[in-house]
């Protein structure tokens, strides 16, 4: 029925102001004006609709990208739209596009890496579209180790020229974004030769594709790569191969922050450190912690809902039967993704804050928090898109077997999003940068440099190898004190365990390689305290609203308290707890999900997710599943006639042969 609210009896029961709760999600008043906004003008423009996007083969669904992508910039322009609302507005098109890499990679790399002359030059083209860039680093033969990138650039001195060149079939690009098919120009990461010697790896600004024809320039290969994963999904994007042969371009296109080649072809080192060459990446791993929370809480906003519509078992005298919802086991997986989700909304706000911090001070020519920003966006990405990944698929089993229907909007939303744990650095990758940080942090405790930021509770080793947890009753676990011990004692103690069991080897790359899985527990432990240590402190702040922050602290012992519950082994291999002491954590998270089941709704509400943007028949907003899925059936192609396509062809013939043999 239309206009009829399934979910209203629910939402009767919050406990909290939603409408304050969405100003908590979205950051600021102020953003959560514009995202509101945005999601509204996207929604309501028949243009975005994308209810039709699965059903696309690879030709249409990537000319429908175009068209939207296009038409997204039209609509920026003729309304005047801020950066802000433009990148909100991009967002909740919902299709990953060129678009995505222009914006995203190739801009802040010319930012980032580019002296003032050249983001003079490059950048107005760019803001106007009038080039189209992508980000070109990942070759056929090497992804992570950016340091094995076999492209040349060599400095002719007789031009004033680069030399860009593809020695080998594996040194083609391979993956980039926006590359197959739209990019005019790319920033493109080489081996910098120089009269004969090599300098490492440097970013060169390449055209690739003529402005006048489009057609790819003298001595450039390029095409797509070909399907994805999923039939839809990121099929939308043009992730592109590229092959150089002996292309020149002028030597004021490399981009020369970091280091300087001079018109005689010598090297000059800015004071700069070298690792800003891959400042990029760690922009777009900040960005990408922040959208695991967007991903993550569209997952567990459908699963939420239908959770609460679903009804199994359990009726008494012909009465209902039971809402999924209210059954432990569905709580116990699905209320810490909804916990996850608003932690990571919370450290990804505080990652945004520490990545700005990290430019603001290498202006100021001061680089001692690079290290701790890099391991920090590492391995906050690794983490929150490693927990989102398996979160999108656990809430697509959470909805049973409708999960699995493409209009539950769980199977292109996780085919779309699991490339995030391969895509900017894969988390097995990321995690061992965070090991090294780690270990070069506990090699260097007692030298007189005390550690700082995320990394300080190391200063305290001698008090956190020793303490015990002092728990005597499940509602000792409320206390943020008794819980942010826990887990740093539990990230030092694994820490110095490698530590010494590295100290072991006479190699320590040796030592390293040997003992990397348990390395990436540690940390994978350590990000986890720092997941858990933002949230306590965004409690510290003044959240106004009724009962806001009582369901975020809630909320807060549920993440934390089921991240004790599901690694209590290394609780308990470490000795900081005992199992009577994990045993009443989990005492207290079961009671922290009754306090959540009344709010559950509301906590998703506050998500404030339009219908459009969500894509999701069993997340709709008013819970009226049945009539929709019933409808959204019929209007699968499959269903424009009685009789299929193909009855005469295959099924009447099959049909006469079985008769045939029957009759023998
Ligand atoms: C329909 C539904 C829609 C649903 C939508 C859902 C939401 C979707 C969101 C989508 C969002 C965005 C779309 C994104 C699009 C995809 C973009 C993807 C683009 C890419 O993938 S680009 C390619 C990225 N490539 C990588 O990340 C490569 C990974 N490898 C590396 O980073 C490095 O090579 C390395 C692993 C770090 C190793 O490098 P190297 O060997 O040089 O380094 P060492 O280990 O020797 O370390 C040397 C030294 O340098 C320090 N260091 C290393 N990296 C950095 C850094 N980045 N910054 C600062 N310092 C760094 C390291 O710590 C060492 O220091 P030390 O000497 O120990 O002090
Ligand atoms: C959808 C998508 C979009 C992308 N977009 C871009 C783009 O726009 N631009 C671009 O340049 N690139 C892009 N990439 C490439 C991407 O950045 C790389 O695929 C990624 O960095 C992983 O590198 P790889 O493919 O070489 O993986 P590999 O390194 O080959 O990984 C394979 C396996 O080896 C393991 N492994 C590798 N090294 C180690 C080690 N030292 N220790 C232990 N285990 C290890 C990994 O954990 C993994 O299990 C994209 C990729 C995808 C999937």
Redesign the pocket.
């Known amino acids: 029925m239309e206009g009829v609210d399934y979910l209203a009896d629910e939402r009767k029961k919050t406990e909290f102001d939603v409408e304050e709760m969405k100003i908590v999600w979205a950051g600021s008043r102020h953003t959560f004006e514009v995202s509101d906004r945005m999601a509204k003008l996207v929604a309501n423009d028949p243009v975005f609709r994308k209810d039709d996007r699965v059903m696309l083969a690879r030709k249409d669904l990537f000319k429908n990208t175009l068209r939207k992508a296009t038409y997204a910039w039209k609509r920026i322009n003729e309304l005047r739209l801020s950066e802000e609302e433009a990148s909100k507005l991009r967002s909740f098109v ?3 596009a060129f678009t ?2 222009h914006w ?2 190739f801009v802040p790399a010319i930012k980032g890496q580019g002296t003032d002359e050249q983001q003079k030059k490059w950048l107005p083209l760019a803001y106007k579209m009038q080039i189209i860039g992508c ?1 070109a ?2 070759e056929l033969g090497h ?5 094995g990138l076999e492209t040349t650039a060599t400095f002719d001195p007789q031009t004033d020229e680069f030399v860009i060149h593809s020695p080998t079939l594996t040194s083609s690009k391979w ?3 926006g590359l197959g098919k739209v990019s005019t120009h790319g920033v493109v990461y080489a081996r910098l030769i120089l009269d004969g010697q090599e300098h490492g790896i440097h970013g060169f600004i390449v055209q690739l594709r003529s402005l006048e024809d489009h057609r790819p320039l003298p001595g450039i290969t390029v095409a797509d790569i070909g399907m994805k994963f999923g039939s839809g ?1 990121y099929n939308t994007m043009d992730n592109g191969l590229l092959r150089f042969d002996h292309v020149r371009i002028p030597r004021d296109q490399m981009l020369m922050r970091v280091s300087q080649v001079t018109r005689d072809g010598k090297i000059v080192q800015s004071d700069v450190p070298r ?1 800003l060459v ?2 990029t ?2 922009y ?1 791993r900040q ?2 912690v922040q ?1 695991a929370s ?2 993550l809480s ?1 997952a567990v906003c459908i699963a939420t809902r239908y959770s609460a519509v679903r009804r199994q078992f359990g009726s008494s005298n012909g009465g209902p039967e039971t809402q999924v919802i209210d059954y432990k086991t569905q709580q116990s997986r699905l209320f810490p993704l909804l916990a996850s989700a608003y932690a990571f909304r919370f450290v990804g706000e505080w990652l945004k804050w520490l990545y700005t911090d990290v430019t603001q001070r290498l202006q100021a020519n001061d680089f001692s928090t ?2 701790e ?3 920090c966006t ?1 391995g906050l990405k690794s983490l929150t898109t490693s927990v989102t990944a398996d979160g999108i698929e656990e809430s697509r089993k959470l909805c049973g077997g409708h999960g699995y229907l493409a209009s539950s909007g769980l199977p ?2 996780f085919a ?2 699991v490339p ?1 744990c391969t ?4 988390n097995t ?2 995690m061992l ?1 965070v090991a ?2 780690l270990m ?1 942090t506990v090699s260097q405790l007692g030298s007189g440099k005390p550690p700082v930021g995320t990394i300080s509770y190391m200063g305290r080793i001698e008090q956190l190898m020793q303490c015990r947890c002092a728990v005597k009753k499940a509602g000792d676990w409320l206390n943020p004190n008794a819980v942010l011990e826990a887990f740093e004692a539990r990230a030092a103690r694994m820490s110095v365990s490698c530590a010494q069991k590295l100290s072991k080897f006479s190699n320590p790359e040796e030592g390293f390689a040997e003992l990397s899985a348990d390395l990436v527990e540690a940390a994978v432990a350590h990000c986890q305290l720092i997941v858990v240590s933002k949230f306590f402190e965004k409690l510290q702040q003044d959240i106004p609203g009724k009962g806001v922050k009582r369901q975020l602290e809630v909320l807060c012992g549920v993440y934390s308290l089921h991240l004790l519950h599901k690694h209590q082994g290394d609780f308990l291999a470490t000795s900081y707890i005992t199992p009577k002491q994990a045993s009443l954590a989990n005492d207290q998270l079961r009671e922290l999900y009754s306090q959540v089941r009344p709010n559950a709704i509301a906590l998703v509400d506050a998500f404030n997710y339009t219908d459009h943007y969500l ?1 999701s028949i069993l997340g709709c907003y008013d819970g009226n599943v049945y009539p929709k899925l019933y409808e959204a059936a019929w209007r699968d192609p499959l269903n424009d006639s009685v009789i299929p396509d193909g009855y005469e062809q295959y099924i009447r013939p099959l049909l006469k042969q079985q008769l045939r043999v029957a009759k023998l």
Not at 423 to 426: H, K, P
Request: cysteine-free.
């Open positions: 919902d299709e990953p995505d890499l995203g990679m980000y680093q990942t992804g992570s180790n950016v340091q993956w980039p974004g999904a690792q891959y400042g990446m760690v777009v960005t990408i959208d967007i991903a569209r690079l290290p920003a890099h391991a590492a292109e939303l779309v999003y995030a895509y900017e650095g894969d990758v990321l940068q090294r940080f070069k894509g």
